[in-house]
């Protein structure tokens, strides 16, 4: 029999998360990612929970370690940069972590170890990605946009919060799954100065203002900006240039103290901040993660947004589920026969049913908890919410992880697959 011949549309975490355990499998894997190379952008991203026993299982810890980031907590600060909380990193690898955990990484660093530990078994095409397809009952025909054509037995749809594949299994006047958590972020890089720690620092300004630091380099820090409600300058500049963005962010902030000048100064040179990105923080949430033979992974599918501190958890769990669930179709369908208890008697279709079933209950958590607290209906919500964070920081309870991020989900462990323990990858 044919190799199962799989194409993953995004070369983000998801997609090579996923290649990485079919292509041990012996299945035929490729990637399309869009940019012309690997996107190694972003900033400091973590794993918690589930996310890490996963990256274990993988056998990728140890590379991990080698990238973490070395930030010693979380404080907040008053306009004057004196600190009012801290919230130490803990170290001790038990309970909750803190805001800041033992798993920090910058992204793009991620993004080149699962490459790595994938370009050897998986074929990757950058500045390609899926222009349409058609499927009947035994493939998917996928054409591309440098003209060519091909045939999968399945096509999975990795690509990201904007996703096209999602659009293009939805049917063609549904509206897109995209829920608004009223809240926008600025990212950037800008030179480190005196007096930078290796510490995440937050201010709150009036308005509903938020600037945010982070540092991973000797010689840069990570600048965030956000803005925690619905505005229509900023909503109707998400689709304009970097420059209007820029521009629209600077003046939003130019009366916001603490160290809004240095960001703004960095806004305005063109030799700085060349990593600006923007973007309006939200979830998808979609009933149906896959039509056919065509399925959802990753922030395409639930991306439970940066406020959840669960995105690349998220990630990294989804593919070891659906690749899980895959193996054990494939396996069961070439035992006996018959004994495909899932209902559809097509392996692939019984496996990606098994995959929404076993995942959605991991992934609600994560995104109901959420919606419930960090996502207050009115502008007013907002404000209470970020009143009793600095007033939490005070009493030094770590409301973040105990109530903010979505690190403790309970009753639900993550499912063994005899497939993929058998590859013995396992540290
Ligand atoms: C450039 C970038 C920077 C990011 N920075 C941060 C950050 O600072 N903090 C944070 O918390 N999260 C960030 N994220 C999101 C974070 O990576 C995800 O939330 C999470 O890791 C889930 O990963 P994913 O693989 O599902 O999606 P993503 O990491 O978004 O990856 C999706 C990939 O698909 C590619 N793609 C998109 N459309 C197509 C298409 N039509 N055809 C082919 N390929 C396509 C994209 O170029 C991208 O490489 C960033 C994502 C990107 C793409
Ligand atoms: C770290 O977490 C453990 C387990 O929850 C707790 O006992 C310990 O006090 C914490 N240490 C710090 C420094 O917060
Ligand atoms: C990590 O941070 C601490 C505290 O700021 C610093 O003393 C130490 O040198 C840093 N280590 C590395 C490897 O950057
Ligand atoms: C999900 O898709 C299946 C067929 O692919 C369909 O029968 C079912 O109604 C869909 N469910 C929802 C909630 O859209
Ligand atoms: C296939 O499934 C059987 C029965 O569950 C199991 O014993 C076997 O280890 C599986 N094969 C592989 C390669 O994992």
Redesign the pocket.
């Given at each position: 029999m044919a190799a199962l011949k799989v194409l993953i549309?995004?070369?983000?975490?998801?997609?090579?998360?996923l290649a990485f355990w079919l292509s041990r499998l012996g299945y035929d894997v490729t990637i399309?990612?869009?940019?012309s190379c690997l996107?190694a952008?972003?900033?400091?991203?973590d794993l918690r929970g589930h996310g890490i026993q996963t990256l274990k299982r993988m056998g990728l810890e140890q590379a991990y370690r080698s990238k973490v980031v070395n930030e010693t907590g979380l404080q907040f600060v008053d306009s004057s940069g004196r600190q009012k909380a801290f919230f130490p990193a803990n170290k001790t690898g038990k309970g909750l972590q803190s805001f800041t955990t033992n798993y920090e990484i910058m992204?793009g660093d991620?993004?080149r170890l699962l490459y790595d530990a994938t370009k050897d078994h998986v074929k990757y095409i950058f500045g390609?990605?899926?222009e349409s397809f058609e499927q009947d009952d035994k493939s998917v025909e996928v054409q591309f946009t440098d003209g060519s054509k091909d045939r999968f037995d399945l096509l999975v749809g990795?690509?990201?919060?904007?996703?096209?594949?999602r659009r293009m299994i939805l049917p063609p006047d549904s509206p897109d799954p995209f829920y608004s958590l009223h809240m926008y972020m600025a990212?950037f890089t800008i030179p480190q100065q005196e007096g930078d720690e290796y510490i995440a620092t937050g201010y709150l300004a009036t308005n509903k203002r938020l600037l945010f630091t982070r540092r991973h380099s000797p010689d840069s820090i990570q600048a965030y900006m956000g803005y925690s409600d619905d505005l229509d300058q900023l909503k109707d500049v998400m689709k304009s240039g970097v420059e209007e963005q820029k521009k629209i962010w600077a003046e939003l902030f130019q009366d916001a103290g603490w160290q809004a000048q240095r960001f703004i100064k960095a806004l305005q040179d063109d030799s700085l901040s060349n990593d600006f990105?923007t973007h309006e923080v939200a979830q998808v949430r979609i009933d149906n993660w896959s039509r056919g033979r065509v399925v959802l992974?990753?922030?395409?599918a639930y991306?439970p947004s940066?406020a959840t501190g669960m995105?690349?958890s998220?990630?990294l769990v989804g593919a070891y589920v659906l690749a899980g669930e895959i193996a054990k179709h494939l396996n069961r369908s070439n035992g006996v026969d018959g004994d495909n208890t899932d209902g559809a008697g097509d392996p692939i279709l019984s496996a990606l049913e098994a995959y929404q079933r076993r995942l959605k209950p991991f992934v609600s958590q994560v995104q109901k908890l959420a919606s419930g607290f960090w996502v207050p209906s009115s502008p007013r919500g907002i404000a209470v919410f970020n009143f009793l964070l600095g007033l939490a920081a005070k009493l030094r309870i770590d409301v973040l992880s105990r109530w903010v991020l979505r690190e403790d989900v309970r009753g639900w462990d993550l499912p063994e697959y005899a497939e993929l323990a058998q590859l013995g990858l396992s540290e």
């Open positions: 549309s995004g070369g983000g975490i998801a997609g090579p998360a399309v990612e869009r940019f996107r952008s972003g900033q400091q991203i992204r991620l993004c390609t990605s899926v990795a690509d990201g919060l904007g996703s096209r594949t990212y990105f992974l990753g922030d395409a991306c940066p995105g690349t998220l990630s």
